[in-house]
């Protein structure tokens, strides 16, 4: 019963997304910014209320970070790119800011075009992989500069690229290490919506297997054992195998053995069955101990140093 209720919804919102694709659009209502800051005018032209802040804002930053005491044309250059860039992070894909200096002010006539919106998102090839978090990994970036979450964000083409190589490395630290992400496709089923098309070769699935820890020891086999017992046939992870080789090397530095060291080595390049070994390799080093202790004269009670002597 909730399937049926599924599609019925689905369908709703197709034929009303439809209906208004046929509608005309109603026209944006716009304004003129008149901005005077650190001495130099701009004029921005065709700002809807939407954009008013960011343009206001990427003009101020601009104004305040130039040299320039009279508008120039490299500065006014300067303006509209950054407007433009702004409105292409929020989505308007067809922006255009054209410019002139007219009566020593930077004029920016702003044509915005429609905003663009992320639709639907698919993925090919995702396997088993939760569709949620590789769809929060592709919109990570827009949703950290807008500092909200939406599923239909703006569509940022530079957003989205930087979107796929982490779902790329989100697949590579499942152990799918020679996985490739390639670069979204946007496809416009109805206007001011962008749908995501993202191919996924996971390739080949690796996993960690026999782990084995050499070298002197000095009794601590049982903690060793127990730290690497959580690697022992999950993905292949090279991140979790540096934590494990760091955790080692606590438990001696914990013993004052400073200059303990612990390698860490797993080749999936040799490995045939997609089971990769892992290698950790020992050296305590001398153990450190206090000799001494001699407090620092001439200071406050309370406040004295303490100097300590190693053996």
């Known amino acids: 019963m909730k399937r049926g209720l599924h599609i019925i919804a689905a369908g709703v919102m197709l034929a009303a997304a439809t209906a208004a694709a046929g509608r005309p659009a109603k026209p ?15 004029r921005a032209t065709g700002v809807s209320e939407t954009a008013e802040a960011d343009v206001r804002d990427v003009i101020k930053e601009q104004t305040a970070l130039a040299e320039d005491v009279t508008m120039s044309p490299p500065l006014a250059d300067d303006l509209a790119f950054f407007v433009r860039q702004r409105y292409l992070d929020l989505g308007y894909v067809e922006v255009k800011v054209p410019w002139e200096i007219v009566g020593g002010a930077a004029l920016l006539e702003v044509d915005e075009g429609p905003p663009t919106l992320v639709g639907t998102i698919t993925f090919e090839g995702a396997g088993e992989q939760d569709v949620k978090e590789l769809t929060a990994y592709l919109l990570r970036r827009t949703h950290e500069k807008l500092k909200e979450s939406s599923d239909h964000p703006p569509y940022v ?23 490739v992400v390639e670069e979204p496709v946007c496809t416009h089923s109805v206007p001011g919506r962008c749908d995501i098309h993202v191919k996924i070769i996971p390739g080949r699935h690796y996993q960690i297997g026999v782990i084995r820890v ?36 606590g438990i001696y530095q914990a013993q004052g053995r400073f200059s303990a060291a612990v390698t860490a080595e ?9 089971t990769v070994p892992v290698s950790y390799h020992v050296i305590p080093g001398p153990q450190y101990r206090i000799t001494g202790i001699e407090p620092e004269p001439g200071l406050p009670k309370g406040a004295t140093p303490v100097d300590f002597a190693f053996a």
């Open 157 to 179: 083409e530079a957003d989205l690229r930087a979107g796929a190589g982490l779902v790329q490395r989100y697949f590579q630290s499942q152990g799918f290490l020679e996985a």
């Open 28 to 42: 944006v209502k716009t304004t003129v910014l008149d901005i005077t800051a650190h001495g130099l005018r701009v």
């Open 266 to 274: 797993a080749d999936a390049a040799g490995d045939r069955d997609g």
């Open 214 to 249: 050499t070298g002197d020891l000095l009794g601590q086999e049982k903690e060793i054992q127990e730290k690497t017992a959580e690697l022992a046939g999950i993905p292949f992870n090279e991140v979790k195998i540096e934590r494990v080789r760091a955790e080692i090397l």
